[in-house]
């Protein structure tokens, strides 16, 4: 089984930064994808960011310039660094692993919410 833990949500001023943490645990291999996805209220979910064991990215076509994924492959560990963070950043951020496409994940985890607002 495995678990995947977000931490460093939180409500953050429109221009402001937040840095995501997701620690993986179980049973994780090292060709594993990992990504964050996002759902704000009313919308359906969306890939936002994703990350291969190669350390290739993928982002979302909103979040490109802004946001910056990266992993810690001996921590199992994906971050998502978020700046120049804008109202419509405002969602719950969901972390994800994948053994194989990162739009479909095996696993998820429990969601963090960031809230950008004055």
């Known amino acids: 089984q495995v678990q995947l833990v977000e931490s460093g949500g939180g409500l953050v001023q429109p221009g402001g930064s937040l840095r995501l943490s997701c620690a993986a645990s179980g049973s994780i291999f090292g060709t594993n994808v990992m990504g964050w996805f996002r759902q704000a209220p009313g919308k359906e979910r969306e890939l936002v960011a994703a990350?291969?064991?190669?350390?290739?990215?993928n982002y979302a076509d909103s979040v490109k310039g802004r946001f910056t994924i990266s992993r810690d492959n001996a921590k199992n560990t994906v971050y998502l660094q978020m700046n120049s963070l804008k109202p419509e950043d405002t969602a719950v951020y969901y972390c994800t692993t994948s053994w194989g496409s990162y739009y479909y994940p095996d696993y998820w985890g429990q969601g963090t919410q960031v809230t950008v607002s004055s």
């Open positions: 990350i291969t064991s190669s350390g290739s990215t």
